[in-house]
Every structure is written in C-alpha cells, then in structure tokens.
C-alpha cells in the first residue's frame, strides 16, 4: 500500500465523517449530507481510521521520501486520533458552543461556496435532512449521559443560548440563505427559504428542546466541570493532551509550566513594559489602568474592523523582509456572525477551500465592542491573520506536490504555535503601535500561559469553573466577558488550549537552537521556511525537520 493510496483514503474518510467541513474546504462530494451518527455506523467508521492508522504505521519509512515521511506520520498521528474521538463518541456530537452540531450547521453552512448548480442543488438535499441529523445527535447525548459522559451545566447553557439566537434571528440573515449560488438563484433560494421555515428552524427547535428536558438534568454543575468526574476521565485527558500538544507530559507538569509563566517569567515583562506605557510599577496598578481607561475600548463594531485591517496591511507590507514565501492575497475582515457570536472566541481564521473561490478569512467578534479591550487585538489580528494563520494555514493550503490532507491537517500544536510565537514576531517586526499594544502581546502570553494553569486544573485537579476564572482575572487583564467564554471553551474543548502555550515553547526553542548552531549564518526566512512550507506536523515531526534541514 503505497502513501498516496493510504492519503487518498484517508482524504475520503474525513469528507465522509466531516461532510459540513468538505464543503467547506472545497470537496462537494458530499454536499448532499450531514455526519451520520448512526452507532453501528460510528463503529464501522473507527475501525477504517485505525486500519489507516495502522497501515500506515506498518510502511518502512526508510525506503520513503522526506515528503513521504512526513505524510505517513501525519497519516497515522490524525487517523488515530479520528478513530479514537469516535471511539469514546464524547466529542462526536459534542454539546458546546465551539465544537456542537449546531455549530457545524451555522458556521460552516455560511462558509459555503459552489461553482456549479448541481452542488447547490445538493446543499438543499443536506438541508432537508437537518431535522433527522439534530434527532440523531439528541439520542448520541442521551446515551453519552446515560453512560456518565454528561455534558458541564456551562457549555450546555452557552449552546442553549445560541439555539435561542438562532431562532430569533431574522430570516434575511439565516447562514442557509447566504450561499451565491451560480443559477437559477431565484428558484434555489424560494426553495432554501421554504426549507428554512418549514424544516431546520423547528428541527432546530425541537433540537433545544429535547437538551433542556432531556440532556439539561444530568448536566455538570459548575464545581464539577472537569473530565475527572467522569467515568475513565483521567484517562481521556491525557489522551487529549497528548493528542493537541504529542508530548509526553502529565497533566501536572504542564500545569506547573504554566504557573511559572503565568506567575513568574512574565511578571518582569509586564513591569517595565507598564513602566514605558503608563509610568506604573506593579501588575496591579497596570491591571487597573487597563481595565478602567475607557481609551481601552472599542466604541462599535465599525472601529474594531477598521483597527483589524489597519493592522493587517501594516503586517502585509514588511513580510517580504521576514518570509521568503506568503499567500497571493492578504485575507478578508469578516464579523462573527451575529447568531453564535456571544459564545465565541474573540476572533478566528478560516483559510481558503482547494479551488480558492474565495480567500482566508479572519473571522473578528464584534459583539459589544464597548467591552472589547483594544490594548488586546494588535496581537489578537497578527495571531489570527498576518503573519499568523493567514500565513500557515493559506501556504499550506496552496502547497504544491502533496496529499490533499496535509493542506488542511490541524495539528493545533503546530499551527496555534505559530500563532502564538507570530505574535511575539510582530514585535521584531515593528508592527506594535506602542507600549500599550505590546502590553497586548504580554497579556497574550499570559492567556496562553493561563490555558496550561486552569485547563489542567479543572480536567486533572479538579478546579471549579469559578476558580479557572478567578486564577486568569488575578494574573491577565483579559476582560471578564472574554474569561468566561474562554473558560467556557476550556471546559467543552479539553486539552485543545494547552497546544498554543507548548507548541510557542517548542517553536522558540528549535530557533534558539538554529541561532546557536549558526550563528552569523542564521537566516530567519529560511528557519521560516521550514516551519510553513511543509504544511502543519506533529512537534516531533517539526524538530526531525529543523535537525535534518538546517542543523545537520
């Protein structure tokens, strides 16, 4: 079995498993479906992961190509990883606000493009089976409660909340009606209106329903809203973290790096930082100046887009003298749409589909921007687009030579590293406005670092959802709307927020490492190279190809 047979499988397994996501990405093979949660199904499904997985663990790697190589460590890393998530079926229909069915419909339908009527067509099949998919996950909850995989009190709430939103939203602005479509719109969108109407709105409806009567009494109260309450929780824990971070690391060894930054290694930073921006000289004073200054807001939803590409073209124009290849466009600014933004993230990247009808897209939260703190999204846009996941995930998407996977592969520890450690480089590339916005970049460290403390702290050690908040509101100026979303996420996507801390680390270490070795002949677009130009990898797959292409 050779590697582009296994990729090609794979390829066709994800869009199988993930059909709301293929459309997205391009792939409009399955636009006339949702993910099947059928039991008997899932099971069938898991076991054509693992045997990718193990297929290609059984290839001898060193008769492979290095691009070989790094397709079939990719292979085997994100094939085990799908097959264990349908395994423990506790994130295939999770409820929450980030990774629900709900979410999948909402955001991924608005993202849709087609080229040609009968992929339009399609979508309206998919649309008409929306009120069996929400029926399907229903019961998948029911019988995770019932086995004692109980969904936390606080993502259920956020989710029930983004039912509501969508509900009440006006039809002119439901994602289901927002597709171009290249023919016959007319008579396609009368039809999506009626779907909408007559079909997703009361399955969607029904959908809410069946989670307060049935899901919403065995829900997780607030002190308890880690994995380790649940049965076998210890365990899948350190599956996760091993699957976002592929370190071999315990819960609590990553809970004390964590505290070390977030309480020692930044402090000094943010002193002579606050020193230069305010003339002040303790976190709390910064911390205080921070919140209470209204200059730290935003006044409306106009501003934080402006602020966004303001940025974003400041970044565009010096990249030529940090990377030796970029994407061909920089991305679009786009709200969250408003339906699901009170649950979001501050902000978000979607990068372009296989045939790039439409560019990467930096998804901004403008939901009451009067409590947006503007000292922040410096370092929130060159995270999120320039030169962050605009730059990692559209070079990727646009890589020449390889499996059609890798383009889209999502090793969070790779790519939120990137961003994370973009961050940082936009201060060496004299993007900051000022003091006050390189506190931003700080305050982003710190979150990051804070991720590691109260991740780990509610999932291992047992922590309540109101000590994670209480912990990042002592030791990050981050906004309390944004702690409780993030704790939110925290809570629903265990596991996932350790990737940005420890792949940042990583990354940070491989270019101390490469300017050691090198010294005047160090070269930063070519150590950048190395990080983007093979689409995303595992971080022992990063560190084998900084030892083999620039130290060997």
Not at 43 to 60: H, Y
Not at 163 to 172: K, T
Not at 415 to 442: F, K
């Amino acid at each position: 079995m050779s590697v582009d047979s296994l990729s090609d499988r794979y390829w066709d397994l994800i869009c199988e498993y993930a059909p709301t996501i293929a459309t997205v990405r391009g792939d409009h093979s399955h636009n006339h479906r949702l993910r099947n949660l059928d039991e008997d199904y899932l099971d069938d499904l898991a076991g054509r992961f693992r045997a990718i997985a193990t297929e290609t663990g059984d290839l001898d790697m060193s008769k492979l190509s290095t691009q070989d190589q790094i397709s079939a460590g990719l292979l085997a890393h994100e094939a085990g990883v799908w097959a264990s998530e349908i395994e423990t079926r506790f994130l295939v229909a999770a409820i929450d606000p980030y990774l629900g069915v709900h979410t999948r419909l909402l955001s991924d339908t608005r993202m849709n493009t087609v080229q040609e009527q009968s992929q339009a067509d399609a979508l309206l099949e998919r649309y008409r089976g929306v009120g069996d998919h929400l029926e399907q996950a229903l019961e998948l909850s029911v019988a995770n409660a019932t086995s004692g995989l109980t969904p936390a009190r606080a993502s259920l709430d956020r989710v029930l909340s983004q039912l509501d939103g969508y509900l009440a939203s006006d039809l002119s602005d439901d994602p289901f009606l927002k597709l171009e479509v290249p023919e016959d719109a007319s008579r396609w969108h009368s039809e999506a209106s009626k779907l909408v109407q007559e079909v997703i709105r009361p399955a969607f409806a029904e959908y809410a329903a069946g989670l307060r009567d049935r899901i919403a009494p065995t829900a997780r109260p607030d002190d308890r809203p880690g994995l380790c309450w649940l049965p076998n929780g210890d365990a899948i824990y350190q599956g996760l973290i091993h699957r976002y971070t592929q370190l071999e690391r315990t819960a609590e060894e990553i809970h004390q790096t964590g505290q070390e930054w977030g309480t020692e290694i930044l402090v000094d930073q943010w002193i002579s930082t606050g020193q230069s921006a305010f003339g002040l000289d303790t976190m709390k004073e910064i911390f205080a100046h921070l919140h209470n200054d209204p200059a730290m807001r935003f006044d409306n939803e106009e501003e934080m887009l402006q602020h966004a590409r303001e940025a974003i073209d400041r970044a565009w124009e010096v990249v030529d003298d940090w990377f030796n290849i970029k994407p061909e466009t920089k991305c679009d600014v786009v709200p969250v749409p408003a339906a699901v933004a009170p649950a979001m993230p501050p902000a978000y990247y979607m990068q372009p589909p296989t045939d790039f009808s439409r560019p990467g897209m930096y998804f901004l939260n403008t939901h009451r921007p009067e409590e947006r703190d503007r000292f922040e999204y410096e370092s929130i846009h060159f995270h999120e687009a320039i030169p962050g996941h605009h730059f990692d995930r559209s070079i990727a998407a646009a890589l020449d030579g390889i499996p059609t996977f890798r383009r889209f592969s999502q090793v969070y520890a790779h790519t939120e590293g990137w961003g994370l450690y973009a961050e940082r480089l936009a201060d060496e590339m004299g993007l900051y406005s000022s003091d006050v916005d390189r506190l931003g970049a700080i305050s982003a460290d710190a979150w990051r670092a804070g991720r590691l403390v109260v991740d780990t702290g509610m999932h291992a050690l047992g922590w309540s959802r109101q000590q994670a908040i209480d912990w990042l509101r002592e030791w990050t100026p981050i906004g309390l709307l944004t702690i409780e979303q993030e704790v939110v996420r925290y809570i629903g996507m265990p596991g996932q927020a350790l990737s940005y801390k420890m792949g940042q680390l990583e990354i940070l270490d491989l270019r101390r490492r490469c300017k050691d070795h090198l010294g005047d002949t160090f070269d930063i677009k070519a150590f950048h190279d190395v990080m983007l130009t093979n689409g995303a990898m595992t971080l022992p797959m990063l560190r084998r190809r900084v030892e083999e292409d620039l130290l060997a």
